[in-house]
């Protein structure tokens, strides 16, 4: 069964952009949460969906924002880059909340 | 506020050496306690327990919980240069909801 998959790996921004990122969970999978790791932070829950609808929310600013697709897939997105949202961004799905999580490769962000 | 400790932050032993990682934990409605190790990537899913005082066992690794104390241990016999990694810890409540990682214990395993 093919893993978490993140789309994109690797993304450089500037200040004031925005930014979507991808997360495919593995078959049949139906919670995907989403994390931000920093090294000063560690992994910091950002938030939960599940059946394409948010569960809960961690916290973070309304900058950051998901859905999640009815096979699903989520993104989430992040609007008015700030030098403090580099990080590496991490998915992971479950059959259902509270299940053991699977994690992605996760994507990297750099905001310049 | 719901919170993981893990100790030591980080750790370096020789190869064949015994090392045990701790973490406490504060986790309202607590309901189970996992165990990620990270290399460079992603985290890999290693054990999840829910009950107190039975050891969870994979290999050279095992880990035990203590629901009374609000501990748990991760032990590593025999450690490899394979075994470097960051492991982490996560308390999760009984909504699932989230899981509330701790820092991580660097481990360094040298030949």
């Known amino acids: 069964k093919a893993g978490v998959t993140q789309t994109p790996r690797y993304l450089i921004k500037t200040r004031g952009q925005q930014v979507t990122l991808s997360c495919s969970p593995i078959?049949?999978?139906?919670?995907v949460s989403w994390y931000q790791q920093t090294p000063g932070q560690g992994l910091q829950f950002l938030f939960e969906y599940f059946s394409e609808t948010q569960r809960n929310k961690g916290n973070f600013p309304g900058r950051f924002s998901g859905r999640q697709f009815s096979n699903s897939r989520s993104e989430m997105n992040v609007s008015t880059l700030e030098l403090g949202d580099s990080a590496l961004y991490l998915c992971?799905?479950?059959?259902?909340?509270?299940?053991?999580?699977?994690f992605g490769p996760g994507t990297r962000l750099t905001v310049l | 506020e719901d919170k993981v400790v893990q100790s030591p932050l980080s750790l370096v032993v020789h190869e064949g050496d015994t090392v045990t990682l701790n973490c406490s934990y504060e986790?309202?409605?607590?309901?189970?306690l996992l165990w990620y190790k990270q290399e460079k990537k992603a985290p890999t899913f290693l054990f999840m327990l829910t009950s107190s005082g039975i050891e969870k066992k994979s290999g050279r690794l095992s880990s035990i919980l203590d629901k009374k104390e609000l501990f748990s241990i991760l032990n590593i016999t025999a450690t490899q240069t394979g075994d470097s990694a960051v492991y982490l810890c996560a308390g999760v409540n009984q909504a699932g909801t989230a899981l509330i990682f701790g820092k991580g214990t660097t481990l360094s395993v040298s030949s």
């Open positions: 986790v309202t409605n607590f309901r189970s």
């Open positions: 078959s049949g999978h139906r919670s």
């Open positions: 992971a799905s479950s059959l259902d909340t509270g299940d053991t999580q699977y």
